[in-house]
Nanobody
Framework: QVQLVESGGGLVQAGGSLRLSCAAS????????MAWFRQAPGKEREFVAA????????YYADSVKGRFTISRDNAKNTVYLQMNSLKPEDTAVYYC?????????????????WGQGTQVTVSS
């Protein structure tokens, strides 16, 4: 079993930055493909970014490309999401997800483990 705990959310003005962290326990994160998803009120959960086991490959939703950066530190069993140039439409609960089969995908149903989420609110 893998536990994922997100942190780093909060309230920020448009144009600002936040860095989210996701700490994994119960299994080495170097064996897990990792991703971030988000869900805004009244909307479906959507893919944000994903990263391969080594961190050598990253994938982003078009809506965040060029503004967000996903990275990982396997020694710390932690994945990060650096969010710059934030917009009000980035407001959502952000979830960390892990796939024990090590597949990197944008499809949420393929991920085995999920964190509890952290709220990000961007004011205009």
């Amino acid at each position: 079993q893998v536990q994922l705990v997100e942190s780093g959310g909060g309230l920020v003005q448009a144009g600002g930055s936040l860095r989210l962290s996701c700490a994994a326990s119960g299994r080495s994160s170097r064996t897990l493909a990792m991703a971030w998803f988000r869900q805004a009120p009244g909307k479906e959960r959507e893919f944000v970014a994903a990263i391969s086991l080594s961190g050598g490959s990253t994938y982003y939703a078009d809506s965040v490309k060029g503004r967000f950066t996903i990275s990982r530190d396997n020694a710390k069993n932690t994945v990060y999401l650096q969010m710059n140039s934030l917009k009000p439409e980035d407001t959502a609960v952000y979830y960390c997800a892990a796939d024990k089969s090590a597949k990197v995908t944008a499809f949420g149903y393929q991920y085995d483990y999920w964190g509890q989420g952290t709220q990000v609110t961007v004011s205009s």
